[in-house]
């Protein structure tokens, strides 16, 4: 049972002007792979960057999509939807991506990683 | 959240000082639990109450669902609920780490940590233990439990250790072939290890298929490489010399099996001890008893989740657990909300296989008939129970394909209104004729919407205007708002609905656009318009998706309106299109160099190979007469292009939905038999047609000879020589639905040809739906073959200067896509591991060799390979 959860940490990735809408970019943060999106003006995502479906490290190469308002991320195969605010796949209630913490701090984009203690 | 861990608990005199509100304490952390203490703070009940949340694990409520990802996301705290913002919350607190010990009716307190807790109001949400049969041996070090994020831990740390020190694959065992023991085993085929799954029912998943589903189930997961035995009781687990597992033996003669890791998933035990020890009710086989309250013996506690025996028995699923939350948090908000009966249906996916049942599965009814399809080549199993008039649905299996699932569960206790058998075959979603869903089923279970509230919100009763799309039917009735697994029926009624009403129901591309993929073809090439913003703001509304986005790209590229990622064309495109190269299984990419007719020189062929040999490149000969190149990096992408343009090629669109090939046979050249130069016009009309974006691929063929040695009619558009000139057969496609070309002109002069080919093309481009080959265009189109001859050859439509001209256009501004990459650094930009080490290639790629080249490693090679190299430590 000798599990710590880790400590949370701003990690910064990139400048926020390498980021372009609709693009997603792929970013190793602390050996973690994670795929950024900007999907407007002001709305950043960070999510983790494997497709559970694939196995792949991929979803940074997916589309970002807008349906029923909602703005949602497609696997590169566009087979499978998936939730940004959530990470939960929008058909498979038992599939989730993770889902990272991200702002902009000084023009720099930051996620939140939790660091094994 | 940030709490010293050797100072987690609270300070009780702090909890005293809030007397102005009630207290409320739930014992137990898990899902069910976080789903409570959410909808409380969602209506606001912190402003009455106070709320202590005690967890025994070490992490904040986390999806105990999705355990099995753990393996591949490889991080617990992935799985956590929520962002922890809820325990955050003023009055909320979660006591991580921390078991409650026992509660003191009388005095109203919980004790945990020699500390007293008072409440006014109690939950048990303490859900169930992993139960472990008694057999020798069941604690041997190697056997394990699957129930917690630990748990999983330790046996991924056990595995992968296991895994490094033998040199051979990790042998693993799991006892128990229902739901959880099949997760367990995917899990452990993930961790690269053989899995042997021990079954004691006669088949596997017993709670929730038959017989026959269990042995199609069975047949998958062997074909998937996991050892089933059925039928069969463990009886011991021996120890090896090292003391830790080293084979299990079978009763009654089932002889014995060498293994290194056992995981046990015999079942689940409420974990009711609390309750018991303050004489509280437990129901039969276990559980705290409780009314339809979920109230217990005692009307201060509660018990929810799997611990909660209710309606008769305990519910060993998260959405009845779910249900449970949201009756005591409106209890507690005085409310007078009940749980009658929890859905039980499951839908799952189990090591990739499509499992679900639902309703009356084992037809329990008292003359219920079963209507069964299977394919066991195809691995399919479908079952329907149906009442003894064969009329109504009473419930039903289905196994690897569960397609049908969404619409059949709330057809539960209705009339299927037409052959049930119709539901079953291959692609019956919708059988003929339609059905008509009763009014009073169920269509939305998770928020209890029927098929009569759907029709009632379509046609405007009791809304305030009628809803005629999806997006408002889900806003007026909450339908399709929390899984969304009942959408395509709700779709499904909504054009039902309409139609009856005689609206017309649309051929709109998507909600972001009315109009058709050809109608919107029409309204590019007539304003100009040439930005998907401008589009979709005239046009159109929102931002667009996955199905509109693609779609528009194509039709700006089909117009020529310049470089496929130029601007914001880029975000438009998928992710073929994006890079300019075919995505393969591993994420990595294949290029193929354009190979105008399948003709290449011998330094072409050498500067290929050198391509692939400085790039450590899979090459393989494709269909189209050229060469692909496997397993490419984004990263490695633009230096590979640059030696292959250096050496005079460009790219082969084999990732647009464009021209592709144009395949020849060697014709009169060299053949005995040829009768015209097929490689020569092959080659031509590949390059005239290169770079062509079109509503799906096209390919075309050429053979010079009526001998076909090109399979030119497999083609949408085929060319065959004759002694006069030229033959052209149009429709043909290979694929899924094969289909020969038809004859649409003969005898033609290559200049002839030409023309007719340019038109056919850009009327196809201008006129299909999205992703419809030549064939079905020609099948849809009104007037068939006939009309789409009249407008090319006779100009029945006025309409053939205009598509001359337009393809004058695209080939007078025909440019490689790839060497205006190269000279553009901004589009270079992406093609990049990651943005902050673009020095770092992907390191979860893994490669073994086999014949010479290196092709992706399997899961099991991959476990292996890396284990080797990243053992994980434990502390």
């Known amino acids: 049972m000798a599990t710590s959860s880790g400590v949370a940490t701003w990690v910064k990735v990139c400048d926020a002007g390498e980021l372009v809408v609709g693009i997603g970019v792929s970013a190793l943060v602390r050996g973690k792979q994670v ?10 995502h960070a999510v983790g960057n494997r497709d559970p479906y694939s196995g792949t490290q991929t979803m940074a190469r997916g589309l970002v999509v807008q349906r029923d308002g909602q703005t949602l991320l497609a696997t590169p195969t566009g087979r499978e939807l998936f939730d940004f605010a959530t990470g939960q796949c929008v058909d498979d209630p038992m599939t989730r991506i993770a889902t990272y913490p991200v702002r902009v701090v000084n023009g720099f984009v930051e996620v939140r990683i939790t660091v094994r203690g | 959240m940030n709490q010293d861990p050797k100072h987690p608990l609270p300070n009780v005199s702090d909890m005293d000082t809030e007397t102005a509100r009630k207290r409320l304490v739930v014992i137990g952390a898990g899902m069910v639990a976080h789903r409570l203490v959410e909808a409380l703070v969602e209506r606001g009940a912190t402003d009455e109450w106070t709320i202590d949340v005690f967890g025994e694990e070490s992490r904040p409520p986390y999806d105990r669902v999705a355990l099995t990802s753990f393996f591949s996301d490889r991080d617990p705290d992935d799985l956590v609920l929520g962002d922890g913002s809820l325990w955050t919350v003023d009055g909320v607190r979660l006591h991580r780490g921390v078991q409650a010990t026992g509660i003191d009716r009388e005095a109203r307190t919980v004790s945990a940590r020699g500390r007293t807790y008072p409440y006014d109001a109690l939950v048990l949400a303490t859900g169930s233990y992993a139960m472990v049969p008694p057999i020798d041996g069941k604690d041997t070090p190697g056997c394990f439990v699957y129930r917690t994020v630990d748990d999983v831990a330790e046996l991924r740390a056990y595995v992968n250790e296991l895994a490094a020190r033998l040199d051979r694959p990790v042998r693993g065992a799991v006892v128990g072939g229902g739901l959880l023991g099949l997760e367990a085993a995917g899990a452990l085929q993930a961790l690269g290890a053989e899995s042997t799954v021990i079954e004691f029912a006669p088949w596997l998943m017993p709670m929730q298929v038959d017989e026959a589903g269990g042995r199609t189930l069975r047949r998958i997961i062997e074909q998937l490489g996991v050892q089933v035995r059925t039928a069969t009781a463990t009886a011991k687990v021996r120890p090896n010399r090292r003391g830790t597992v080293g084979s299990m033996e079978f009763a009654d003669g089932g002889g014995s099996i060498d293994v290194d890791v056992v995981v046990f998933a015999t079942g689940v035990r409420p974990r009711d001890e609390l309750a018991r020890e303050i004489g509280l009710s437990i129901g039969e086989r276990g559980g705290v008893a409780c009314d339809d309250a979920c109230i217990t013996d005692d009307p201060s506690i ?33 409310g007078d909300a009940t749980f009658t009966s929890g859905d039980l249906s499951t839908k799952l996916k189990l090591l990739g296989v499509d499992v679900a049942s639902f309703g009356d599965a084992f037809a329990g009814t008292e003359g219920s008939l079963e209507v069964v399809y299977a394919d066991p080549v195809g691995g399919v199993y479908k079952k329907l129970v149906m009442s003894d008039d064969a009329k109504t649905l009473l419930g039903g299996i289905l196994v690897g394909d569960a397609e049908a699932y969404a619409s059949l569960r709330p057809m539960v206790g209705s009339e299927l209104g037409s052959d049930p058998t119709a539901w079953l075959v291959p692609d019956g979603v919708t059988p003929i004729g339609g059905v008509s869903l009763p009014d009073e089923a169920s269509v939305c279970s998770c928020n209890n919407v029927t098929a009569g509230a759907i029709r009632c919100a379509v046609r405007g009763e009791g809304t305030a205007e009628p809803c005629h799309d999806l997006g408002s039917v889900k806003g007026c009735t909450k339908a399709g708002t929390s899984c969304g697994s009942c959408l395509p029926l709700v779709k499904k009624l909504l054009d039902e609905e309409l139609t009856a009403a005689g609206i017309e129901t649309s051929n709109a591309l998507c909600e972001h656009f009315a109009t058709s993929r050809a109608q919107l073809f029409d309204i590019v090439r007539v304003t100009g318009i040439r930005t998907f913003s401008e589009l979709v703001a005239t046009h159109g509304t929102g931002r667009g998706c996955d199905i509109c986005r693609p779609v528009v790209a194509s039709i700006l590229a089909s117009l020529e309106t310049g470089h496929v990622l130029d601007g914001e064309a880029a975000a438009l495109q998928d992710t073929n299109d994006h890079v300019m190269a075919n995505m393969q299984k591993d994420g990595t990419y294949s290029v193929v160099p354009r190979i105008p007719g399948g003709e290449v020189t011998p330094e072409g062929l050498i500067a290929i190979g050198q391509v692939a040999a400085d790039f450590g490149l899979y090459t393989k000969i494709t269909g189209g007469q050229r060469i692909d190149l496997f397993g490419a990096r984004i990263d490695q992408l633009p230096a590979i292009w640059k030696q292959l343009i250096d050496a005079g090629f460009e790219s082969g669109h084999a990732y647009g939905k464009s021209l592709r090939t144009v395949k020849s046979c060697v014709g009169s050249t060299w053949c005995r038999y040829g009768v015209q130069d097929s490689v020569g016009l092959a080659i031509a009309l590949e390059l005239r047609y290169r770079g062509l974006r079109s509503p799906h691929k096209i390919k075309l063929g050429v053979s010079g000879c009526a001998r076909e040695c090109a399979e030119a009619r497999g083609k949408d ?23 020969h070309a038809q004859l649409f002109a003969e005898d033609l002069t290559t200049e002839e040809l030409v023309a007719v080919i340019d038109r056919f093309l850009l009327y196809y481009v201008r006129t299909a739906d999205r992703l419809q080959r030549t064939a079905a265009w020609l099948e849809t189109i009104e007037g068939g073959i006939d009309h789409v001859r009249s407008v090319v050859i006779d100009d029945s439509l006025g309409i053939v200067a205009d598509l001359d001209a337009a393809m004058a256009v695209h080939v007078d501004k025909y440019e490689d896509e790839w060497a205006a990459t190269l000279a553009d650094p901004d589009k270079l930009k992406k093609f990049t591991s990651f943005v902050n080490s673009p020095d770092t290639p992907d390191p979860d790629l893994v490669y073994v060799d086999e014949r010479g080249q290196r092709r992706p490693a399997t899961p099991q090679e991959r476990a292996t390979l890396i284990a080797g190299t990243t053992l994980e430590v434990r502390s």
């Open chain 2, 302 to 334: 509660y018990a929810i989740g799997e611990v909660a025996h209710i309606a008769g028995r305990t519910w060993g699923l998260v959405g009845p657990g779910y249900t449970m939350a949201e009756v005591v948090a409106d209890r507690l908000l005085g």
């Open chain 2, 717 to 739: 558009v085929g060319v065959i020589a004759t002694d006069k000139g030229w033959n052209v057969y149009v429709g043909g496609n290979g694929g899924f639905t094969p289909r």
């Open chain 1, 35 to 44: 795929a950024l999106f900007k999907t407007g003006e002001r709305e950043l």
